[in-house]
Structure formats: structure tokens, C-alpha cells
């Protein structure tokens, strides 16, 4: 199958559904530094801000030149009674892994390793599959998926964190391979900030909208694109079937809504660490700790930084 890609965006107007409220409206072409959002509920449609597939690809290529020595070199060094501990990444989740947490340790490997390669292969793939005529579809489609599993900075947050903790009982210091992470963790954000997926695929796949009634205008709830069904019952861009909703999304709601309420407590009542130290277990929730501080007169941004740890995940359930 050949791919006939054009340099910039379709630049006339087209009919656009909102994925949000599904309400129909006329989407101008839109500049580098403009944004649509649904007239209706105020939704995020598309961006103008787009990068060009060679700049993304150098990023890519950096990326991977960088993972290398951000995963495999220390990240800290801890000195602890006398005894040099290197922490890389990879040392990390292997040690979770052994200490009881291979499920912990899968999830952190796939969004610390295997989704920022799982992105990057893909850039490299739409490069060079858009020059001899690969299909390109599955890989947009992935991307659209995989851009919320890339955590390097998640990461990053949780090791200051544990930093933090630890600095009491032992010496820290960085290790060769943070200035490797860091930058890498950066290159990460900048490429997820400017892969504009919808201008992509106008790039590869452009599609007019066929004359016909504005009412019986369908939007493809997986590349985003408002058409008419073709002869199968798909999306005419990404070849997914095109439905009017998600099967079953309000039970699907409805169980993710009862599911956040009953974790609720336990989020905050069991120890979200556990640190040993000359033989004693110590272990932090988020919940006591408002009220170790609380009878403190000096201590009052503390008290305010966690309101909103206990009482916003309440009211956002509820609504």
C-alpha cells in the first residue's frame, strides 16, 4: 500500500464532532499557536502546534543514544554504614522484583522502560515507513494509547522523594547516570508536548469529508476523524469500526467511579513506604501524618499542602 503524505495540514474547514458531548460544529484551520475546544463543553479538539516528522526523529534518535546510560549507570550512590549501594534503574526493579513486588516492578519497567522505546521505535517507524510505503495505521493508533504510560518523570519524583527519606541514615549523591536521565526525561516531555497526532494523520492519511447530511456525521473515537461510515461499517481514515459510542461506557463508569470510592481509604490509611533503619521498620501513611502535625503552631503549610491530599479525590468521586 502507498502512502501519498503531503507536507503541511489540509487547511480548509471542515465539520468536526466533539468525542466529548458529540455536538457538531465547523473547525477553522488553525495556526501554530492556536487550540479548538468544543463550543459546547469546552473539550480540548486539536492543537495547531505541531512539529515537523524530521525534527521528531532527531529527538527519537537522542532518545535512544541516552537510554543506554540512563538505565544501566547509577542514578544516586548511597553510603551507608560504611558500605557503597550504586542505585541504577534496572538494579531497582530487579531488587522490587525480588523483595516481594513483581507486580509493582512490572508496572514500573513498562512505564519507565518499555513505553519510552515502545515511543521512540515508533517515531523511527513512521520515518521510515512513510518512505517506502508502510502501513502506519497500527502505529498512530498505538501512540495515541501509549503517550499517558511514558512516567520518566513519575519516576524521577519518587526517587527525590525516597531521597528525601533516606538522607537522615546515609550520604547520597548523584550518580553518573542522572545528568543521562534527566536529559532523557526532558527529550521525553518536549516529544509528547509536540507529537500532534491529528496533524499527523492528515499528514499520512488525508481525507475530504464526502457530501451528504450533517446529521448522520459519525466521529471515529480512536483517530479522531468525522466522516461518514465506508461500506464495512469503519472509519474511512483509520479503518476502526466506527460506533456511535463505547460499548458499555457507562457501566465501565459506573465501576471505575465505585472502585476509586472504596480505595479511597485504603490509599490513605495503608504505608505508601517502609524504611529500615538500625534494625527498626518504619512505616508512612498519608493519612496520620495531618495529624503529627495538626497540634503544631508551626506547621501550618503543611497542613494546607495535604488538604487537598484527603478532601479533592472525596468531592471529585461524588460529582
Not at 465539520?15 to 495556526?31: G, I
Not at 447530511?213 to 469503519?234: M, Q
Request: charged share 15%.
Amino acid at each position: 500500500m502507498k502512502i501519498h503524505a503531503i507536507q503541511r495540514p489540509l487547511s480548509t474547514a471542515r465539520v468536526q464532532r466533539c468525542c466529548e458531548c458529540d455536538a457538531l460544529f465547523t473547525l477553522p484551520a488553525l495556526n501554530s499557536r492556536q487550540t479548538a475546544h468544543c463550543p459546547r463543553c469546552s473539550a480540548k479538539i486539536t492543537s495547531g502546534r505541531d512539529w515537523s516528522l524530521t525534527r521528531l526523529t532527531a529527538m527519537a534518535v537522542a532518545m535512544l543514544l541516552l537510554m543506554p546510560f540512563a538505565f544501566t549507570e547509577p542514578l544516586i550512590t548511597i553510603r551507608l554504614l560504611g558500605t557503597r549501594i550504586d542505585a541504577s534503574l534496572l538494579e531497582g526493579i530487579w531488587q522490587m522484583s525480588r523483595q516481594g513486588g513483581p507486580i509493582t516492578a512490572s508496572i514500573v519497567a513498562f512505564c519507565v522502560l518499555g513505553a519510552p522505546i515502545t515511543l521512540t521505535v515508533s517515531i523511527l517507524y513512521l520515518r521510515i515507513g512513510s518512505r517506502i510505503g508502510m502501513n502506519l495505521r497500527p502505529i498512530l493508533l498505538m501512540l495515541e494509547r501509549l503517550k499517558e504510560w511514558v512516567m520518566l518523570d513519575i519516576y524521577l519524583i519518587g526517587m527525590a522523594v525516597a531521597c528525601i527519606k533516606v538522607k537522615d541514615y546515609a550520604d547520597i549523591m548523584p550518580g553518573g547516570g542522572l545528568i543521562a536521565y534527566l536529559a532523557l526525561t526532558l527529550l521525553s516531555i518536549l516529544t509528547l508536548v509536540h507529537l500532534n497526532l491529528e496533524q499527523l494523520w492528515a499528514r499520512f492519511y488525508p481525507q475530504e469529508q464526502l457530501p451528504g447530511p450533517r446529521e448522520t456525521l459519525r466521529v471515529c473515537l480512536s483517530c479522531h476523524y468525522t466522516g461518514h461510515a465506508d461500506g464495512r461499517g469503519r472509519c474511512p481514515r483509520c479503518h476502526t469500526p466506527l460506533r456511535h459510542r463505547r460499548r458499555r461506557s457507562i457501566q465501565k463508569t459506573w465501576a471505575a467511579l465505585i472502585a476509586s470510592i472504596v480505595l479511597l481509604l485504603p490509599a490513605n490509611l495503608l504505608p505508601i513506604s517502609i524504611v529500615y533503619a538500625n534494625g527498626t521498620r518504619m512505616e508512612d501513611t498519608i493519612f496520620p501524618v495531618w495529624f503529627r502535625w495538626r497540634p503544631r503552631a508551626t506547621c501550618r503549610l503543611p497542613q494546607w499542602y495535604l488538604l487537598p491530599v484527603y478532601w479533592y479525590p472525596l468531592p471529585k468521586s461524588l460529582s
